[in-house]
C-alpha cells in the first residue's frame, strides 16, 4: 500500500511564545521545533497501516531548511523516504496554498491513502486535511480516533459531542488524526541512525508545477492581553474581607 | 542546555528522544521505586525494544554499533530521570556487568548472552567487591574450582547492583594462585544451584536499585561461561574502567545539575523579607558557585568523551572526572539542601533525595582515594 503522512513544524507546546513587535509573526530565536503532535497521530497510523499491509511511508512537509529535521523524525519512527517543499512563497502559507502544494506533491507519487494531523497547533486552522481531500478528488474523513481497512474500504470512528460517528468511505481517501487514534512510537535510536540514510526530496514550488495563491493572509499577529495583576485584599476582620471579595466578584469581575 | 555543539545532529535527535521517553516512562516511577527499593524490572525490555541497551556493542550481537558520544547522550538523559539508584541499576547492566564479556569473550558467549543484554531479555550484573576485599579486588576469594563439567564456584559477593533481580552475574573468581593474575571471570546464570541471595541490603540512598549480598555454594557452571582466558579477568576488568568511571562522573554532574536546577526555581519562588530568595547574594552567590563547578566537571568529562573517542589512552582523565564530579556533587547538593531550608530536609523535594544519593558517588566504582592512586599512577610519580 502506497501511505503518505503530512507533516508540520511548529514550535514545542512549551516553548514561550513571543509575538514580533510589528506583529508579523513571532520570534523564531530560541525556539524548539517540533512534529505537530496530531501529525504524529496520523505518522504512527501510517507505519501501523504499513506494518499490517505492507507498502511504504512517504512523509510531506513544507517549511524551511530547520524543517528537515521533522521529515527526519517521521523517518526515524519508521517512514521511507521523504518529500521536503521549502519555499519561501510557502513559508506563512494560509491552508489553501499549503493544501496545494502537498497536493502538487502528492500527486506525483502513488497514493492509496493519506493521514494529516486534523490541525496544526501553531494557527489551528483545520482546513488543510480537507482542502488537501478536495484538490485531489478524494474523499476525506477528518478528525478520527479508530480507523479499519478492509480491503479498498476505510472505516473511521469520528467522536461527536454525546456519541460517535462510524464512516465508511472507499480508498484513496483522506483521513486526518484526533487524539486518541494511537499512541506515537518514539523514533528509536537504530531508527534515528537509518533516518539520515533515508531519501528526501527537496523541491521548490515551481518544481511541482505549482503558482502559490493564498485566499488569505494573516493581517496581523498580537499576544492576547496580559493578565492583570492579583489583589490582595487587606484589613483584620475577616468579615469585611469576605464582603469585600464578594463586592468585587460582582461589580468588578461580574462573575456572580 | 547549549551542549548541542558537541553532538551530532542524529545525537540531538536521540536525545530528544531520550528524553520523550525518560519523562513519559521512567519519571513517573520515581516515588514508587524508591518506596519499593527497587525499579520494575520490566522496564529492561522496554527499553530493550527501544535500542538503547546495547548503544556501542556490536550490531551482530544486537546492539547499535554507536559510538561513545551517542552513549554519553543516553548516559546523560538516563541520569536527567533523577531516579540516581535506577540509572546506575540500568548502567549496571549496560556498562559495567557487560564491558568485559563484549571485550574478552568468545563468540559463542557473546552470541548466547550479548543479545539477551541489548534486548532486554537477561539482565546483568557485575559481582567484584566481597565483604572482606573492595578496592583491593587483586585479594579477592571467591573460588572457581575446576570440575569435570566445569567450575565449581564458592564464596560471597558484597554491595552488588541488581543483586535480587539479575539473571546473569558476570562474577570475579580466583580460578589460579593469589594475586591479579589468579582472577578470572565466569558468568553465573542466577538460577544455577548454589546460588543465592544472601539478604537485600538496605541503603542511606539510591533506594530505586537493588544491592545485595550474593552467596555461592558448589555452584557449577560450564567451561564456556569463562570470559576469555583464566587469569586474564583482572586486565579484562581493566580495560572496561575508563568508561566505567566516565560514566560515574557523568551521573554525578547531571545529578549536581538537577539540584541546581531544583535551586533556581526554588529561589525564585521563595519569598522571605518581602523577595524572592534568588535576590540575596548570599544566596545567588552559591547558585553562581554550583553552575561553575557544574560546567567545569562536565568539560573534563567531555574532554575525557574525546579522548576516548580517539582512540587515547584517558584513565587518568577519567580518574580525574570520577573524583572531581563527585566531590563537586557532594558541594553542589549541601548548597542545594541549604538554599531549600527546611524544606530541602524533606522527603517531598528531589533535592532530599539528590542529598542523600550523591554520598554513594565518592565510593562506588572505586573509591575517590583510589582514583587518586591511580592518577599518581598514570602521572608515573607511584612509589612502590
Given at each position: 500500500?502506497?501511505?503518505?503522512a503530512?507533516?508540520?513544524?511548529?514550535?514545542?507546546t512549551?516553548a514561550?511564545?513571543?509575538?514580533?513587535?510589528?506583529?508579523?509573526?513571532?520570534?523564531?530565536?530560541?525556539?524548539k521545533?517540533?512534529?505537530?503532535?496530531y501529525?504524529?497521530f496520523?505518522?504512527?497510523?501510517?507505519?501501523?497501516?504499513?506494518?499490517k499491509?505492507?507498502?511504504?511511508?512517504t512523509?510531506?512537509?513544507?517549511?524551511?531548511a530547520?524543517?528537515?529535521e521533522?521529515?527526519?523524525?517521521?523517518?526515524?519512527m519508521?517512514?521511507?523516504k521523504?518529500?521536503?517543499?521549502?519555499?519561501?512563497?510557502?513559508y506563512n502559507?494560509?491552508?489553501?496554498?499549503?493544501?496545494?502544494?502537498l497536493?502538487?506533491?502528492?500527486?506525483?507519487?502513488p497514493h492509496?491513502?493519506?493521514?494529516?494531523?486534523?490541525?496544526?497547533?501553531d494557527?489551528d486552522s483545520?482546513?488543510?486535511?480537507?482542502?488537501l481531500?478536495?484538490?485531489?478528488?478524494?474523499?476525506?474523513?477528518?478528525?478520527?480516533?479508530k480507523?479499519?481497512?478492509?480491503?479498498?474500504?476505510?472505516?473511521?470512528i469520528?467522536?461527536?459531542e454525546g456519541?460517535?460517528l462510524?464512516?465508511?468511505?472507499?480508498?484513496?481517501?483522506v483521513i486526518t488524526a484526533?487524539?486518541g487514534?494511537?499512541?506515537p512510537?518514539y523514533?528509536?535510536?537504530?531508527?534515528?541512525?537509518k533516518?539520515?540514510?533515508?531519501?528526501?526530496?527537496?523541491?521548490?514550488?515551481?518544481?511541482?508545477?505549482?503558482?502559490?495563491?493564498?485566499?488569505?493572509?494573516?493581517?496581523?499577529?498580537?499576544p492576547?492581553?496580559?493578565r492583570p495583576?492579583?489583589?490582595?485584599?487587606?484589613g483584620?476582620?475577616?468579615?469585611a474581607?469576605?464582603?469585600e471579595?464578594?463586592?468585587?466578584?460582582r461589580?468588578?469581575?461580574k462573575?456572580? | 542546555?547549549?551542549?548541542?555543539?558537541?553532538?551530532?545532529?542524529?545525537q540531538?535527535?536521540?536525545?530528544?528522544?531520550?528524553?520523550r521517553f525518560?519523562?513519559?516512562?521512567i519519571?513517573?516511577?520515581a516515588e514508587k521505586?524508591?518506596?519499593?527499593?527497587?525499579?520494575?524490572?520490566?522496564?529492561f525490555?522496554?527499553m530493550?525494544?527501544?535500542?538503547?541497551?546495547?548503544?556501542?556493542y556490536p550490531?551482530?550481537?544486537?546492539g547499535?554499533?554507536a559510538?561513545?558520544?551517542t552513549h554519553?547522550?543516553?548516559?546523560?538523559?538516563?541520569?536527567?530521570?533523577g531516579?540516581s539508584?535506577?540509572?546506575?541499576?540500568?548502567?549496571?547492566?549496560?556498562?559495567?556487568?557487560?564491558?568485559?564479556?563484549?571485550?574478552?569473550?568468545?563468540?559463542?558467549?557473546?552470541?548466547k548472552?550479548v543479545k539477551?543484554i541489548?534486548?532486554?531479555?537477561?539482565l546483568?550484573a557485575?559481582g567484584?567487591t566481597?565483604?572482606?576485599?573492595?578496592?583491593d579486588?587483586?585479594?579477592i576469594?571467591?573460588?572457581a574450582?575446576?570440575?569435570?563439567?566445569?567450575?565449581s564456584?564458592?564464596g560471597?559477593k558484597?554491595?552488588i547492583t541488581?543483586g535480587?533481580?539479575?539473571?546473569v552475574?558476570?562474577?570475579?573468581?580466583?580460578?589460579?594462585?593469589?594475586?591479579?593474575?589468579g582472577?578470572?571471570?565466569?558468568l553465573v546464570?542466577?538460577d544455577?544451584?548454589?546460588?543465592s541471595?544472601?539478604?537485600?541490603l538496605n541503603?542511606?540512598?539510591?533506594?530505586?536499585?537493588?544491592?545485595?549480598?550474593?552467596?555461592?555454594?558448589?555452584?557449577?557452571v560450564?567451561?564456556?561461561?569463562l570470559?576469555g582466558e583464566?587469569?586474564k579477568?583482572?586486565?579484562?576488568?581493566?580495560?572496561?574502567?575508563?568508561?566505567e568511571r566516565l560514566?560515574?562522573a557523568v551521573?554525578?554532574?547531571?545529578?549536581?545539575?538537577?539540584?541546581?536546577?531544583d535551586?533556581i526555581?526554588?529561589?525564585?519562588?521563595?519569598i522571605?523579607f518581602?523577595?524572592?530568595?534568588?535576590?540575596?547574594?548570599?544566596v545567588?552567590?552559591?547558585?553562581?558557585?554550583?553552575?561553575?563547578?557544574i560546567?567545569?566537571?562536565?568539560?573534563?568529562?567531555?574532554?575525557?568523551?574525546?579522548?576516548?573517542n580517539?582512540?587515547?589512552?584517558?584513565?587518568?582523565?577519567?580518574?580525574?572526572a570520577?573524583?572531581?564530579?563527585?566531590?563537586?556533587?557532594?558541594?553542589?547538593?549541601?548548597?542545594?539542601?541549604?538554599?531549600?531550608?527546611?524544606?530541602?530536609?524533606i522527603?517531598?523535594?528531589r533535592?532530599?533525595?539528590?542529598y542523600r544519593d550523591?554520598k554513594l558517588q565518592?565510593?562506588?566504582?572505586?573509591?575517590?582515594?583510589?582514583?587518586?592512586?591511580?592518577i599518581?599512577s598514570?602521572?608515573?610519580?607511584?612509589?612502590?
Open positions: 500500500m502506497n501511505i503518505v503530512c507533516v508540520k513544524q511548529v514550535p514545542d512549551e514561550l511564545i513571543k509575538v514580533k513587535a510589528d506583529g508579523s509573526g513571532i520570534e523564531e530565536g530560541g525556539i521545533w517540533v512534529m505537530s503532535p501529525d504524529e496520523g505518522v504512527e497510523e501510517a507505519l501501523k497501516t504499513k506494518e499491509f505492507g507498502g511504504e511511508v512523509i510531506v512537509s513544507i517549511g524551511p530547520r524543517t528537515m521533522t521529515v527526519r523524525t517521521a523517518l526515524a519508521g517512514a521511507e521523504g518529500i521536503h517543499i521549502d519555499d519561501p512563497a510557502l502559507a494560509d491552508a489553501y496554498a499549503t493544501a496545494s502544494a497536493a502538487a506533491a502528492i500527486k506525483g507519487i492509496d491513502i493519506i493521514f494529516c494531523g486534523m490541525r496544526a497547533i494557527d483545520g482546513q488543510v486535511g480537507s482542502i481531500a478536495e484538490l485531489l478528488g478524494l474523499p476525506s474523513v477528518t478528525v478520527i480516533t480507523l479499519d481497512i478492509e480491503g479498498s474500504t476505510a472505516k473511521a469520528k467522536p461527536i456519541a460517535q462510524l464512516i465508511e468511505t472507499s480508498l484513496p481517501c484526533q487524539k487514534l494511537n499512541e512510537r523514533a528509536s535510536l537504530p531508527g534515528i541512525m533516518a539520515k540514510k533515508k531519501p528526501v526530496e527537496v523541491k521548490k514550488a515551481a518544481d511541482l508545477g505549482l503558482t502559490v495563491e493564498q485566499k488569505s493572509t494573516v493581517a496581523k499577529m498580537s492576547p492581553p496580559a495583576p492579583g489583589k490582595i485584599i487587606q483584620d476582620d475577616p468579615a474581607k469576605a464582603a471579595v464578594i463586592r468585587l466578584l461589580e468588578e469581575a462573575v456572580i | 542546555m547549549g551542549t548541542e555543539y558537541f553532538f551530532s545532529d542524529e540531538n535527535a536521540f536525545r530528544d528522544m531520550m528524553r525518560i519523562q513519559k516512562e519519571e513517573p516511577n521505586w524508591e518506596e519499593q527499593g527497587c525499579y520494575d524490572k520490566a522496564i525490555k522496554r530493550g525494544d527501544l535500542g538503547l541497551l546495547g548503544i556501542n550490531v551482530e550481537y544486537g547499535q554499533g559510538d561513545l558520544k554519553l547522550v543516553f548516559w546523560e538523559e538516563l541520569c536527567r530521570s531516579i539508584g535506577f540509572a546506575m541499576s540500568v548502567m549496571a547492566h549496560t556498562d559495567y556487568g557487560s564491558a568485559s564479556l563484549v571485550h574478552a569473550g568468545s563468540h559463542e558467549l557473546k552470541e548472552y539477551d541489548c534486548s532486554g531479555d537477561k546483568f557485575i567484584i566481597e565483604p572482606n576485599h573492595g578496592s579486588v587483586a585479594t576469594e571467591t573460588r574450582k575446576s570440575v569435570e563439567d566445569g567450575y564456584i564458592s560471597s558484597m554491595f541488581n535480587t533481580q539479575a539473571d552475574v558476570n562474577t570475579v573468581v580466583r580460578t589460579g594462585g593469589p594475586g591479579v593474575k582472577v578470572s571471570l565466569v546464570d542466577t544455577t544451584e548454589g546460588f541471595v544472601g539478604r537485600k541503603k542511606m540512598g539510591m533506594l530505586s536499585s537493588d544491592t545485595a549480598e550474593l552467596v555461592y555454594e558448589d555452584c557449577v560450564p567451561k564456556e561461561n570470559i583464566e587469569g579477568g583482572f586486565y579484562y576488568l581493566m580495560a572496561g574502567l575508563e568508561r560514566s560515574g551521573l554525578s554532574y547531571i545529578m549536581a545539575e538537577l539540584a541546581l536546577e535551586s526555581e526554588y529561589a525564585k519562588t521563595r522571605q518581602g523577595t524572592p530568595i534568588i535576590s540575596f547574594q548570599a545567588n552567590h552559591m547558585i553562581a558557585e554550583m553552575a561553575t563547578e560546567e567545569a566537571g562536565r568539560q573534563l568529562a567531555y574532554h575525557t568523551v574525546s579522548l576516548m580517539a582512540g587515547v589512552r584517558c584513565n587518568k582523565e577519567a580518574s580525574m570520577k573524583y572531581w564530579c563527585a566531590e563537586m556533587l557532594l558541594r553542589v547538593v549541601d548548597k542545594a539542601v541549604q538554599i531549600h531550608g527546611g524544606y530541602g530536609f522527603r517531598e523535594y533535592v532530599e533525595r539528590l550523591a565518592t565510593i562506588g566504582g572505586g573509591t575517590n582515594q583510589v582514583m587518586r592512586n591511580v599518581i598514570e602521572m608515573g610519580l607511584r612509589v612502590k
